[in-house]
């Protein structure tokens, strides 16, 4: 399911008040996806107007085709994450004197990036040669008087990028700002421009009079500390990684490729707030029946040193239910009797702070079991050597390449043609199919129908491109078995599958 387009259509139901700003300011293209998340995505989820601000080009002394692509990466990730087309209108940032483009998602105007394009100072402040070996240390420590775009756009002192900072902070208006490590010095094993980033947003936010939550979040010393991101939220925010990485040469950009760079691996499974604050994590997606009991599962959350966590879930969307149990980790509640969508919200609270608010959605359907899970499954063909075989639609994972390939169906080859089908030893009543293309950004569906033993058949058009659930409400038929047959796929098409596939229904004899 599209849980974005979900909450948005449902978040206008209810007379919750709007959700605040949230701004990140950040140095580099990829420090908000690997330090802020899911924090990130748990913002962009329950409907926040995200904007995050690039203050380096990310250009690590390379050529300007590099920190381009980057710019191009960062855009792919956040359309990822907003579940919305890789397609943004950009105008300037209005920062007086300077110029600075601001991009727009076109499909959800709450998301936007801003691209200062200053020089990447390098690990530890020293610069690189080709920019004249400016950078935002030097700046910051009095090493130089000014810094110079690397798009040949202008300069700035110290003083003109806090106001300039300042400026962008007014104009937002946030409810928070998040930003890298402004508590620890130079020379502890971070990159000199998170520190950099994390000095110059807090001076402006000094002297910016409507303080928003300022908090910092660990850099590269996440690299020694425990895993705390798990599950769905694991999985979305290496997507979204990789979605940029696409644009990157310099990082690795699936997770094959990322087992061995032990770096990026750990990043992804970590985030660690300067504040101790902890991660929520609202658990999976559900499908349940009608009235019937589900639980929530939060038991993923973590606070950082151990504290017990004090829960508080809160329903956002859909019929209103009983939550029982609502300050802990597993709450229950007796599902309506009607189908529809339901969605939750946690915060994880220590005593201290308290997290980000996490999301999940329940569908409820009158059929809830997934009879794929017990049906036989062949294709027109399969990866088989890299285990990218037919009965991977019915793992009871979704996700796949460019995170966990072996979660996944893919074709050897297979393009508009390509067919997957379902069958079982006796008669079974199916309501709804569920299907979820390869997460990857090349391999989409764009077209096919569902074929049945009777002869009957449904069209469908093209399927999430990253991956979610498209779901088809094929009325109560009886069938002995199911065909997906694709027939029409993007032209980046290199291999045409499928992550999962979900049948709800019943035996059709019980
Ligand atoms: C954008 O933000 C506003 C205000 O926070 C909210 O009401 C609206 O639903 C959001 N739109 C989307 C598409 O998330
Ligand atoms: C991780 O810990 C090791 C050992 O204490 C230390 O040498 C290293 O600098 C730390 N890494 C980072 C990035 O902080
Ligand atoms: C918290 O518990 C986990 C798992 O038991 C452990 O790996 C981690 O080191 C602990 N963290 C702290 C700060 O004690
Ligand atoms: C599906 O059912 C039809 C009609 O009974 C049969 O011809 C076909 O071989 C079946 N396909 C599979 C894959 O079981």
């Given at each position: 399911m599209k849980l974005r387009t979900i909450l948005s259509a449902l978040l206008s139901?209810?007379?919750?008040p709007s959700p605040g700003q949230i701004l990140n300011i950040v140095p580099h293209q990829d420090d908000d996806l690997l330090f802020l998340s899911p924090d990130l995505l748990h913002n962009i989820q329950t409907g926040h107007a995200v904007r995050t601000v690039f203050i380096?080009?990310?250009d690590s002394g390379r050529g300007s085709s590099y920190w381009q692509d980057r710019e191009k990466g960062s855009q792919a990730a956040y359309a990822l994450m907003s579940d919305a087309p890789d397609s943004w209108s950009a105008e300037d940032a209005g920062i007086p004197g300077h110029e600075a483009p601001l991009f727009t998602l076109?499909?959800?105007?709450?998301i936007s990036l801003v691209f200062?394009?200053?020089?990447?100072?390098n690990l530890q402040g020293q610069g690189f040669e080709v920019t004249g070996s400016e950078s935002l240390r030097k700046l910051w420590e009095g090493g130089v008087s000014s810094i110079h775009t690397v798009s040949g756009s202008g300069s700035y002192t110290r003083d003109e990028l806090v106001n300039a900072l300042g400026h962008l902070i007014a104009g937002f208006r946030p409810e928070r700002l998040n930003t890298l490590d402004f508590i620890h010095s130079y020379g502890?094993?971070?990159?000199?421009d998170h520190h950099s980033t994390a000095f110059f947003a807090k001076a402006a936010l000094e002297a910016y009079e409507n303080s928003p939550v300022l908090t910092g979040y660990m850099g590269?010393?996440?690299?020694n500390k425990t895993a705390n991101v798990f599950g769905a939220d694991l999985l979305e925010k290496q997507l979204a990684f990789y979605a940029y990485a696409r644009?990157?040469?310099?990082v690795c950009n699936s997770g094959l490729a990322c087992q061995s760079n032990e770096y990026y691996s750990w990043w992804l499974g970590c985030e660690y707030r300067l504040d101790g604050g902890p991660v929520s994590n609202a658990g999976s997606a559900q499908v349940a029946g009608l009235k019937s009991i589900v639980t929530l599962d939060g038991t993923q959350s973590l606070d950082p040193n151990n504290m017990t966590l004090a829960y508080e879930w809160t329903q956002v969307g859909g019929l209103p239910v009983d939550l029982v149990?609502?300050?802990?980790?597993r709450p229950f509640f007796t599902t309506p009797d009607e189908p529809g969508t339901l969605v939750f919200e946690l915060v994880v609270r220590n005593g201290k702070t308290s997290s980000s608010p996490a999301v999940v959605v329940v569908t409820t359907v009158r059929?809830?079991?997934?009879?794929a899970l017990k049906a036989r499954v062949t294709a027109?063909?399969?990866?088989v050597g890299s285990r990218q075989t037919p009965e991977k639609v019915i793992d009871a994972r979704t996700g796949g390449f460019p995170?966990?390939?072996?979660?996944e169906w893919a074709t050897?080859?297979?393009?508009?043609g390509s067919w997957l089908s379902l069958s079982w030893e006796s008669p079974q009543l199916v309501s709804r199919i569920v299907l979820y293309d390869?997460?990857?950004?090349?391999?989409?569906?764009t077209g096919g129908t569902v074929e049945f033993d009777d002869g009957s058949r449904i069209e469908f058009g093209e399927l999430d491109n990253y991956g979610t659930g498209k779901s088809l409400d094929v009325e109560d038929r009886v069938v002995r078995n199911v065909t997906v047959v694709v027939t029409a796929v993007s032209p980046s098409t290199l291999n045409v599958g499928l992550s999962e596939v979900q049948i709800f229904g019943a035996s059709a004899s019980s």
């Open positions: 139901l209810h007379a919750t380096t080009a990310g076109n499909q959800n105007p709450n200062l394009r200053l020089p990447d100072g502890d094993g971070d990159h000199s590269y010393p996440a690299i644009s990157d040469p310099n149990n609502s300050e802990t980790s059929h809830p079991e997934n009879i027109s063909s399969a990866n995170a966990d390939h072996t979660n050897a080859g297979g393009q508009s390869r997460p990857n950004l090349d391999d989409q569906i």
